[in-house]
């Protein structure tokens, strides 16, 4: 399984993001799939997730009403739309996924076996 993150880039604060994740692989079921993002010396930390099977969705509470995760299964794509992004919004985004549903450890990274390569950020203030 292949994860593409893209979308990333140069905003100032208040304004919105998209962000796209294009999975392939024959092996792809995406059952879960979540976004998580790093800043500059800081661990990897949850964002978002999504489940397939109920199209249930979770967020942390630092973006719960700004952000929205969503999915069009036919492209196997995961989205992130961010508005009204703050300068501590500043990260690498990476989008992960895992072939079962994960709920009780959807904020660990570890819980997820597939990584996109990330892509950055920055809110300018």
């Known amino acids: 399984v292949q994860l593409q993150a893209s979308g990333g880039g140069l905003v100032q604060a208040g304004g919105p993001l998209r962000l796209s994740c294009a999975a392939s692989?024959?092996?792809?079921?995406?059952?879960?799939m979540g976004w998580f993002r790093q800043a500059p010396g800081k661990e990897r930390e949850f964002v978002a997730c999504?489940?397939?099977?109920?199209?249930?969705?979770f967020y942390a509470d630092s973006v719960k009403g700004r952000f929205t995760i969503s999915r069009d299964n036919s492209k196997s794509t995961l989205y992130l739309q961010m508005n009204s992004l703050k300068p501590e919004d500043a990260a690498v985004y990476y989008c992960?996924?895992?072939?079962?549903?994960?709920?009780?450890?959807?904020?660990?990274?570890?819980?997820?076996?597939?990584w996109g390569q990330g892509t950055l950020v920055t809110v300018s203030s």
């Open positions: 692989g024959g092996t792809f079921r995406g059952i879960t």
């Open positions: 999504s489940w397939r099977a109920t199209g249930n969705t």
């Open positions: 992960a996924t895992a072939p079962r549903a994960i709920y009780s450890t959807m904020r660990i990274p570890s819980s997820y076996d597939y």
